[in-house]
C-alpha cells in the first residue's frame, strides 16, 4: 500500500500526517509554522492497542445488575458488548433517569479540551444531545481561569476571551514598554496550545523580541524556569500565593511616594480612595507596605523596595500574571489588585503598558490584534432549559451533598441531585483535585457513560464506555483564536469498532426518538459544509473572502487570513480615549477596584476590594509545620493536560515510567533525597510516588509536580503509583464569589521511598470477563 499525507489540525498545532499500511509513519510540522510544537509526535502512538478503547464495553456488576449496583465502578472487571446492546442499556438508563427524576438529575457537562474541530467538538456533540431530550445539569466558568472569569466581569465588565485577548499585545511590548513585572512567570510551554489549534507558533519570536528591544522583564515566582533563560529575567523567587501581599505592598510604595496618576483614577476608576484607605492601614491599622509584605512573600525588604523603585522609574511598565496564580485560595484578589495597580500608575490601554491577564497561556497576546473579527460556524447545541448548572470545579460537592447549599457570584444555590453521568471528550480524573476523595463520590449515581478512544481513568470508573476515534480518523475544519483555517481530514482508518461522538449519539438518539432531529439528515461532510458556509457568510459580513467548500477542503495546506484582517483596537484602548463614549459593562461604567456589587454579596473570603487573606495551605499558615513543602502542579510541557500520555513525547520525560518531581537540593538534602530516586510524596488527602529531580531554579520549601500522569490507584497501598499531583491537591473554591478550583494550594512532604515500587499499570488495558 502506497504511502498518504494529509494535513490534520490539533488544539497544538497543524501537522502533515503521513501513513502507510494502516500505521502513521510520521508527524511533521507544517508550514509556515517554524516552532512547531513536538507533542505532535505522540500521534506516532496513537492507535496503541495497549490503551485504546476496541469495543463498546460495560462493567461487569453494571451488565448484571443494571443502575444502582455501582459500588464496584473503578475495580471491577468489564465485559466486551455489541453496539446495538451498548447502545440499548445507555437509552434505557437515560430514559428511566428522565422519567424517574427530571432532567436535571443528568450531568452533561462533559468538562475537557477533546480534540480540535468545529464538528467533531464532543461538548458541542454531547449539549445538542441532552438538550434535544429537554435539558441536563452543566457547568460554568473552566478549570483554567475560573476566578478570573467571574472577578474580571465585576471589575472590567468583561468575559473571559475579551479579558484575556483585550488587553496588551506581544507586539506592542517590544515597541513601547520598558518593564515587565511577569507574576508567575510567562511560561512558553503553556503557549504551544491553542483552543480550536493554532496555525503559527509566535510566541518564541514575540517574546525574543521584546527582549532584543530591552524590555526589562523580572519573573515573581517560585520557579525560575517559569521564564526562558534568552529573556535575561530578573529572578525573584517568592513564595507561592504571596502576589497579592506583594502588589499590595507596591501599591502602597506608588501612592507614598507619588508615582498616583490621580487624573486617571478620577476619570477611568471607582472606589479608589476606600481601597487606598485599606492598604494604609487606616481601616484596619494595618499598614501593607514593603516591611509588611517581606515575611509574608519571602523576600527581603531591599528586595522589594528595588522592585517598587523599578516600577515607579518605569516609563511605560506591563504587569502581567499568569492564569496559575488565580487557581489557588482568594486566587481573585491578586487579578484584582493586579488591575488596580495597573490603574493606580495610568497605564491601562497604554500600547505595550497596563495589565495582561492569563499571561504565557493559550497564545494570549500572540494574535490579540490578528485574530479573525468574526465568528466561526459550528455544530448547533439548541438550548437548555434547565437552570442548574454549577461551578465546574464544584464537582465532588455536588455528588456528596445534593440538595446542599452553595454561593457563586451573590446566588445563593443548592446542588442537584445526579443519577446519571454522561461525559465525552474530557478526564475529570486529570481536571479535578483531591481525587480519592472525588473517586469516593463518583461511586454514588446510578449510572456512568464515557465516550472515549483510551482507557483513561474516567474510562475504567465508568459503567459504560464508547470507544470513540481520534482526530486522526476523521474529517473536520479547524480554526482557533489565530488567522487560521484548515480542512482536517482523515488520515488512517478507524481504530478497531470505535465510532465517532456523532454516530454514538445519533445512535442513542434514534432508539429515543430524536435522531432525525439531531441529525438533521446530514452526515459527516454534509455538516462540515454547513459550518464553513455560516463561516463564510460571517466572513464576508466584515469583507473577509473564504475560499468554496471544493477549493478550501482539497487544499492541503492552511488558509491563513491574516492579510484580509484589519488589527483589532483593544476595548481597554477606547475605554482610555474617551471612557464617557465607550464605558465598561460595569454598574459604573469604569475599572471597579471598590465593587459595590461584590461587598453587597456581603462574602467574607472576597470583601468589596482587593485584599490580602490568610490561606489554609501555603508555606505561611499553620499547616506548613507538618507538610513543609509547597506542591505546584504546572500544565506538562509534553502534552495537553492528559492527553496522549501514552505517546513518545510524554514518556520521554517519564522516568521508569513515573512522572518526575523536581525540588531544591537543599530540601532534597535534608530528606535524604538523591537526584533520580524514587520519592513519595504525601498529606492527609493522599500519596503518590515520584522520581526526584533536584533543581537549584525552585525556591527552597517549593516542589513540582506536573498534572497529566494518568490516574493509577493502588488500593492494596493507599498510593497513586503513576505521578499524579491531584491526589495531593485541595479541593476547596477559590472563593464564595467564584468558586473556582485552588489547585496551587498544595502542602506536602516528600520522603525517600524505600519499598519495592509497584508497577504503573495506566497504560495496561483493564481485565476483561466473559458475558
Keep these: 500500500m502506497s504511502a498518504n499525507t494529509t494535513m490534520v489540525g490539533t488544539h497544538w498545532g497543524h501537522y502533515r500526517v503521513t501513513s502507510e499500511d494502516g500505521r502513521i509513519v510520521d ?14 509526535q505522540s500521534l506516532l502512538d496513537a492507535m496503541d492497542p495497549g490503551c485504546r478503547v ?13 443502575p444502582g449496583h455501582q459500588s464496584g465502578r473503578g475495580t471491577e472487571p468489564f ?14 438508563a437515560i430514559s428511566e433517569t428522565i422519567e424517574k427524576h427530571g432532567n436535571a438529575s443528568i450531568f452533561g457537562g462533559s468538562y475537557g479540551w477533546a480534540s480540535a474541530g468545529r464538528f467533531h467538538h464532543a ?12 435539558g441536563y445539569t452543566g457547568s460554568v466558568n473552566t478549570y483554567s481561569g475560573a476566578a478570573c472569569e467571574v472577578i474580571m466581569k465585576r471589575v472590567l465588565g468583561t468575559d473571559y476571551g475579551t479579558t484575556m485577548n483585550g488587553l496588551v499585545d506581544h507586539e506592542d511590548i517590544a515597541r513601547h514598554c520598558d518593564l515587565q513585572l511577569a507574576f508567575g512567570g510567562v511560561c512558553l510551554h503553556n503557549n504551544q496550545v491553542v483552543p480550536g489549534g493554532v496555525g503559527e507558533h509566535r510566541d518564541r519570536e514575540h517574546l525574543m523580541q521584546a527582549a532584543e528591544a530591552g524590555v526589562e522583564m523580572v519573573n515573581i515566582g ?12 530578573h529572578w525573584l523567587p517568592v513564595r507561592p500565593s504571596s502576589d497579592a501581599a506583594i502588589l499590595l505592598a507596591l501599591a502602597h510604595a506608588v501612592e507614598t511616594r507619588g508615582r498616583v496618576d490621580r487624573d486617571y483614577l478620577a476619570s477611568h476608576t471607582v472606589g479608589y480612595e476606600r481601597f487606598r484607605a485599606y492598604f494604609l492601614g487606616e481601616t484596619d491599622g494595618v499598614v501593607k507596605d514593603l516591611a509588611w509584605a517581606s515575611p509574608l512573600c519571602g523576600l527581603a525588604v531591599e528586595k522589594l523596595d528595588w522592585l517598587a523603585e523599578k516600577l515607579i522609574k518605569a516609563r511605560r511598565p506591563l504587569i502581567t500574571l499568569s492564569l496559575a496564580i488565580q487557581r489557588a485560595e482568594h486566587g481573585e484578589q491578586p487579578y484584582w489588585m493586579g488591575v488596580a495597580l495597573a490603574a493606580m500608575l495610568g497605564t491601562p490601554g497604554l500600547p505595550g503598558g497596563g495589565i495582561g491577564l492569563g499571561w504565557g497561556n493559550n497564545g494570549r497576546g500572540i494574535y490579540n490584534r490578528l485574530g479573525v473579527p468574526f465568528k466561526w460556524g459550528s455544530f448547533p447545541q439548541g438550548r437548555n432549559p434547565m437552570k442548574t448548572a454549577i461551578p465546574v470545579a464544584r464537582i465532588t460537592e455536588m455528588l456528596e451533598n445534593p440538595g446542599g447549599a452553595y454561593t457563586y457570584d451573590g446566588e445563593d444555590r443548592h446542588f442537584p441531585d445526579i443519577k446519571l453521568i454522561f461525559w465525552a471528550g474530557g478526564n475529570p480524573f486529570h481536571h479535578h483535585q483531591d481525587l480519592n476523595r472525588m473517586r469516593a463520590a463518583w461511586r454514588k449515581p446510578e449510572t456512568i457513560i464515557v465516550n472515549e478512544n483510551a482507557w483513561t481513568a474516567t474510562a475504567r470508573h465508568a459503567d459504560i464506555v464508547f470507544p470513540v476515534i481520534s482526530q486522526l480518523e476523521r474529517n473536520d475544519i479547524v480554526c482557533g483564536r489565530d488567522n487560521y483555517l484548515l480542512a482536517s481530514k482523515q488520515a488512517i482508518a478507524p481504530y478497531a469498532d470505535a465510532r465517532s461522538d456523532y454516530e454514538i449519539f445519533s445512535g442513542i438518539a434514534g432508539l429515543l426518538g430524536k435522531q432525525e432531529e439531531f441529525t438533521e439528515g446530514r452526515d459527516e461532510m454534509a455538516w462540515l459544509r454547513v459550518i464553513h458556509a455560516d463561516s463564510r457568510r460571517n466572513a464576508a459580513a466584515v469583507g473577509i473572502e473564504i475560499p468554496e467548500f471544493e477549493s478550501f477542503w482539497h487544499q492541503n495546506a492552511p488558509l491563513c487570513l491574516e492579510d484580509q484582517i484589519e488589527p483589532n483596537r483593544f ?11 465607550h464605558p465598561l459593562a460595569t454598574p459604573s461604567g469604569k475599572i471597579e477596584i471598590y465593587s459595590e456589587t461584590i461587598a453587597g454579596f456581603g462574602y467574607e473570603d472576597c470583601p468589596g476590594h482587593p485584599v490580602w487573606l490568610e490561606k489554609q495551605e501555603w508555606l505561611g499558615s499553620e499547616r506548613s509545620q507538618r507538610f513543609p513543602i509547597h506542591l505546584l502542579s504546572p500544565q506538562p510541557r509534553n502534552k495537553l493536560h492528559s492527553q496522549l500520555d501514552f505517546g513518545r513525547h510524554s514518556k520521554a520525560d517519564k522516568v521508569d ?28 488527602r493522599g500519596a503518590c510516588l515520584a522520581i526526584a529531580r533536584h533543581d537549584d531554579g525552585l525556591k527552597p520549601g517549593v516542589a513540582t509536580l506536573p498534572t497529566g500522569a494518568w490516574y493509577d490507584p493502588d488500593d492494596d497501598l493507599g498510593i497513586e503509583r503513576h505521578g499524579n499531583p491531584n491526589v495531593l491537591s485541595l479541593d476547596v473554591g477559590t472563593s464564595s464569589l467564584a468558586q473556582g478550583p485552588s489547585a496551587q494550594s498544595c502542602l506536602v512532604e516528600i520522603e525517600p521511598h524505600g519499598e519495592d515500587a509497584p508497577e504503573v499499570m495506566s497504560f495496561t488495558l483493564p481485565t476483561m470477563a466473559a458475558e
Design 222 to 233: 517560585p520557579n525560575r524556569g517559569d521564564m526562558p533563560d534568552f529573556a535575561k529575567a
Design 27 to 40: 508527524v511533521a510540522g507544517s508550514p509556515p509554522d517554524g516552532d512547531p510544537s513536538q507533542i505532535g
Design 123 to 134: 461538548q458541542s456533540q454531547i449539549h445538542r444531545f441532552l438538550n434535544l431530550l429537554g
Design 54 to 66: 476496541a469495543r463498546p464495553a460495560v462493567r461487569k456488576g453494571y451488565l448484571e445488575g443494571g
Design 79 to 92: 465485559v466486551e458488548v455489541s453496539w446495538e446492546q451498548a447502545t440499548d442499556l445507555a437509552a434505557r
Design 657 to 684: 515510567g513515573r512522572e518526575v518531581a523536581r525540588l531544591n537540593p537543599d530540601d532534597a538534602t535534608a530528606r535524604g533525597i538523591a537526584d533520580g530516586s524514587l520519592v513519595r510524596l504525601y498529606n492527609g
Design 571 to 581: 476595548f481597554i484602548e477606547d475605554f482610555r480615549k474617551d471612557p464617557e463614549a
